[in-house]
C-alpha cells in the first residue's frame, strides 16, 4: 500500500495499491525518477476517466481535489 498525502498540508487523502499508483506514474508527468508529486485538476480528472482509471482511485483525487482550482498531491 501506498499513501496519498495534500503536498501543502500533509494531511493524508488516501491509501492506493501499487495498481494505483502505477496508473498514476503512467499518466502524469514525472520530472525526475525521484518525482513523487503530481499536481491534480479537473481536466486531470476527466482525461483519467478517458483513460480508464480505477473508480476508488477517481473517488480519492475527486475528494482531495474539492472545489480546488489544482492540487499537488504526493505519495510515499
Do not use: C
Amino acid at each position: 500500500m501506498y499513501k496519498l498525502y495534500n503536498n501543502d498540508t500533509g494531511e493524508l487523502v488516501g491509501n492506493i495499491s501499487e495498481g494505483q499508483l502505477q496508473f498514476l506514474k503512467d499518466q502524469l508527468e514525472e520530472e525526475s525518477l525521484e518525482d513523487q508529486d503530481y499536481e491534480i485538476e479537473p481536466m486531470t480528472l476527466a482525461y483519467f476517466e478517458e483513460q480508464g482509471i480505477d473508480a476508488e482511485l477517481l473517488g480519492i483525487l475527486q475528494r482531495a481535489l474539492g472545489d480546488q482550482e489544482a492540487i499537488i498531491i504526493r505519495w510515499s
